[in-house]
């Protein structure tokens, strides 16, 4: 393979390749793209109920000639991009110094929207990615009544810091009444 390709504007790295051989034992394909991870299951391998049953995450693949549904992809994330993204995070927390609160939540919502827009469906079907971002996120905090101004924690000890970023992070990401009307100006032509 590495011969049939040009030198000059190709170049392969089989460390990180693994193979799926598809056998009657093994009836799915595995592979790992720019990210993702695939599985390919063929119709003839799934119930009817679970090949008409297709939600996001899970793209139905097609003849092209006959048009005719073939098989299921199941998409993921795949463990080294999730661990990028922990370790963004982990450098916007380590980085926040003397920063203003806005600006580190700033970084924090352009990693996750950079995040999302990336992946799209295939966050949804990934669980460890979900329990990442909670994680990261400060998730369920039931007792984030932190109160007070965000510049006290500021000049507080790191941990005192990361322990206010982490309960209110997941309170800023909401979108605000104010920004609502442009949400329904695209369909109406205004």
């Known amino acids: 393979m590495k011969n049939r390709l040009p030198r000059s504007i ?27 991870e695939v599985r390919i299951l063929p119709k003839i391998r799934m119930s009817q109920e679970a090949f008409s049953n297709t939600k996001d995450g899970v793209w139905n693949l097609q003849n092209e000639q006959t048009k005719e549904r073939t098989a299921v992809a199941f998409l993921r994330v795949d463990d080294e991009h999730m661990k990028v993204f922990e370790n963004r995070v982990r450098q916007i927390l380590m980085s926040s110094g003397s920063t203003t609160f806005t600006k580190i939540v700033n970084k ?11 992946f799209r469906e295939a966050n949804v079907h990934t669980q460890e990615l979900l329990d ?24 507080a000890s790191p941990g005192q810091f990361h322990l206010f970023l982490l309960l209110t992070l997941d309170r800023v990401l909401s979108i605000s009444c104010s920004d609502h009307i442009y949400s329904n100006e695209g369909s109406k032509g205004r």
Do not use: H, Q
């Open 10 to 36: 190709t170049t392969l790295e089989w460390e990180n390749s693994f193979v799926s051989v598809y056998s009657k034992d093994n009836p799915n394909l595995l592979f790992s793209m720019c990210g993702f």
């Open 108 to 118: 924090w919502n352009k990693a996750l929207i950079g995040l999302m827009t990336y």
């Open 132 to 155: 990442l971002l909670v994680k990261c996120s400060g998730g369920n905090s039931d007792e984030s009544d932190v109160g007070g101004d965000a510049r006290r924690f500021l000049a």
